[in-house]
Structures are given as C-alpha cells and as structure tokens.
C-alpha cells in the first residue's frame, strides 16, 4: 500500500483561497439539519436501547428491506433483503469483496480510468488490475474482448470486472444500454463476475435513474450501493447486493473485520427513510449539481484553449478533461495550486501510469460562481504551461 502523491497538495488545497475542483465531497450542507436532528433525537427516544447496542454483521433487516425499494428505482424489481449486506459505506463492501474473491495475482479488469480507492483497495489484495479502453459511451466491449483473449493466452485468473457503469467516478461517463447488455453477455462467457459500483444512479440530472447492470443479470452481477451521496457519506452507510453464496461469504468477511455495523447509523438511515421527503432530497440535489454541471461545461466552453476536451456528464458529480498533447497534468498542479484552483491529474485513475495529460474536476462541492472562477484560473494556468 503506497500513500497519494498528491496527498500534500491536498491539505493546501483545502485552504479558502483554493478553488477546489479536487474533492468529490458531496455537497452536505444543502441537507435540512434539523430533519436529521430531529430523526436522530427520535431513535434515540423510542429505539435507544436497540440502536446503541451490538447488531448483526448483515445488518438491520428493516434497513435491508428499505434498500431493495431503493434499488426497485433503478429497475431491479427481485432483490430481497437476504441478499443483502449492509456495510461502512460501499467502499467497504468493495475491500470485502477483494478479499473473498481475490489471490495474489488474479486479474481484476476495470475501465480505464477508474475509481482511484478501488484501485488501491485491489493493490492492498495484491491483485494485478487490467485497465479496459472507455469512448463516450463507456467501456468498449471489443477492447474487453480483445482483453480476455489475451489474458487467457496468458494464462491469467481474471476473476473480476469492475465497472462504475453510471455516471462514472472519474470520467462523468454512463455505459449505453446497448453496451451494458453486450458487457454482460461477454462477462457470463468468460465466467468473470460483474462488480456493478453504483453510488451515483439516483443523481441523474434528466430525472429518470439509470437502469442499474445488475437487473438484467441478477446472477452474475454485485451491485454496491450508497447513502453517502443522496443522504451524507458521514453515515458511513451503504451496501453490496450479491447472489446467494457470495452474500454469505461477505457476511462472514464482516464479522471478522467489523463484528456489527453501526446499529445507531442504520437506525439513523433507515428512520430519515421512513419519515422525511427523501426524494425531494434527492431532486433537490440533482438540480443544485445540475446547475454546477451546468456552469462548469459553459466556462470550459468559454475559455479552454483549443485541443482542449472534456466530457459532459448527465449525472453524478465529475468531467474529465484531456489536455493538448505534451502538457503533464501533475507537472501544472502547484502551478495552479499556486493560481488558486485544485484538481486531481488523471495519472491517479491508472494503475499503469496513463492519464499524464487528463484531469479529473468535480463540480460537486463548490456553488457556481466559485466554479467558474475556478475554470477561469485553470484555463489561465493551462494557456501559460502551452506557452513554456
Ligand atoms: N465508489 C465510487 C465510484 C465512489 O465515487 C465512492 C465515493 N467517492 C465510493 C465508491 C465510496 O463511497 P462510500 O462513501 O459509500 O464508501
């Protein structure tokens, strides 16, 4: 396990001054605070004793059967609560499904970029992580075939595809309907399970959820799910969805990492569910990050330089953009960290050092106008590193 490169920039830039586009920090403070206080006052009046004590390592039973509605929103009609386990957030049920599924140099394949925890959780399993080539419409189905094929030439255990298929964290892009039925189809032939991470579904800046991977496919698909960015990631509650054996074998892998999940957090998540306007909740955070989006693509469009491109999201809170061949993204970061803005190179998103000339921005966390100002600076930072 190796600590970010960019760790140190970070805390810089979180100073004030710093427009970050960095973080992917959701964007909190638009929660009304007092339906949270007042949820959380009255758990602990009429459940205190069962919320402060010891629960199972699955979970609260009530909490898993309020998560299958949730998932019935992005068309998986069929899961049932036994199927269910809830965890410290989905990254969690990410490393437990590392650590059931994976030995010393098994392949995971994943799109190019991804998830940087993910790769990190994979590297501290000592997988061997494969990148898959992604366009506009998400992962390329031929480049995964072409993949497999030499993988298994090589010999390999490709054991899993890890896929952020919505709205995805760190390119902003969402695999075609087309493409994730081919994706399947490629994955069930080759006996590789499906890890679908899908913390961003409901964010949706048309309205309508994404229909998720995993309810075309319920055998051969993990669907990891979350709270942390339609409610607050300070819950640290989100869960994995899995077949049978595999749901079994993740409960086990928390009892021996964690022993109980936090009763007083499901509680907390299960109650806010039960009795406050959770899905005005979340229209009320896809118009606030859809008028972000919004006015990062218009500064960008206003002033990047040409050879400049990014991508243009429908959801989630992230573009990636790819800078004019030559210039280094990490090479320009205290250039413009010293310009006041922040943001994270692309070569973090690779397990193989790709990425040198791409971004990632977020939009999630600043209001508009200190994203603009933002893209402004960076436009600036970018035409002077053109020049040197
Ligand atoms: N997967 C992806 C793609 C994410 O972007 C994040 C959060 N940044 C996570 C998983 C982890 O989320 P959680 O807070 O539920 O652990």
């Not at 080759?190 to 075309?216: I, Q």
């Not at 942390?228 to 990492?257: D, F, I, Y």
Request: proline share 7%.
């Amino acid at each position: 396990m190796v600590a970010s490169e960019v760790r140190a920039l970070f805390a810089v830039a979180s100073r004030p001054e710093i427009v970050s586009l960095a973080g992917g920090m959701p964007a909190v403070d638009a929660l009304p605070l007092d339906a949270v206080a007042s949820t959380v006052a009255d758990l602990v009046t009429s459940r205190g004793p069962v919320a402060l004590q010891y629960g199972s390592a699955q979970g609260d039973p009530e909490l898993r059967a309020r998560i299958c509605d949730v998932m019935a929103m992005e068309g998986i009609a069929d899961a049932h609560p036994d199927n269910v386990v809830v965890t410290v957030g989905s990254q969690q049920a990410l490393d437990l499904l590392t650590r059931v599924f994976i030995d010393p140099g098994d392949v995971v394949l994943t799109e190019g970029p991804t998830y940087v925890t993910a790769i990190n959780t994979f590297a501290a399993y000592q997988a061997r992580v494969v990148h898959i080539s992604m366009d506009n419409d998400g992962l390329v189905p031929d480049a995964l075939r072409e993949t497999l094929s030499r993988l298994a030439v090589e010999g390999a255990r490709v054991k899993l595809l890890y896929t952020v298929p919505t709205f995805q964290n760190p390119a902003g892009i969402t695999l075609t309907a087309p493409r994730r039925a081919e994706v399947l189809d490629i994955c069930r032939r080759a006996g590789v399970l499906v890890v679908e991470d899908n913390p961003y579904g409901l964010l949706s800046f048309a309205g309508e959820p994404v229909r998720a991977m995993r309810a075309d496919a319920p055998d051969d698909v993990v669907y990891l799910g979350s709270f942390s960015k339609t409610l607050a990631p300070g819950m640290r509650v989100g869960w994995a969805l899995a077949p049978q054996p595999v749901a079994a074998r993740l409960v086990l892998a928390a009892e021996s990492a964690i022993l109980s999940h936090s009763m007083f957090t499901q509680l907390a998540v299960e109650r806010y569910l039960a009795t406050q306007p959770w899905p005005e909740q979340i229209k009320a955070f896809r118009e606030m990050y859809r008028d972000r989006r919004d006015a990062m693509l218009r500064t960008l469009a206003e002033t990047m330089p040409p050879g400049t491109t990014w991508t243009r999201p429908e959801g989630g809170f992230f573009v990636w953009l790819t800078l004019p061949d030559g210039v280094d993204a990490k090479a320009m970061l205290p250039r413009a960290i010293a310009a006041r803005v922040a943001y994270v190179p692309g070569t973090g998103f690779y397990a193989d050092g790709s990425g040198r000339n791409a971004m990632r921005l977020s939009y999630c966390f600043p209001p508009p106008e200190r994203i603009q100002d933002g893209v402004k600076r960076l436009a600036d930072v970018l035409r002077a590193e053109i020049l040197l």
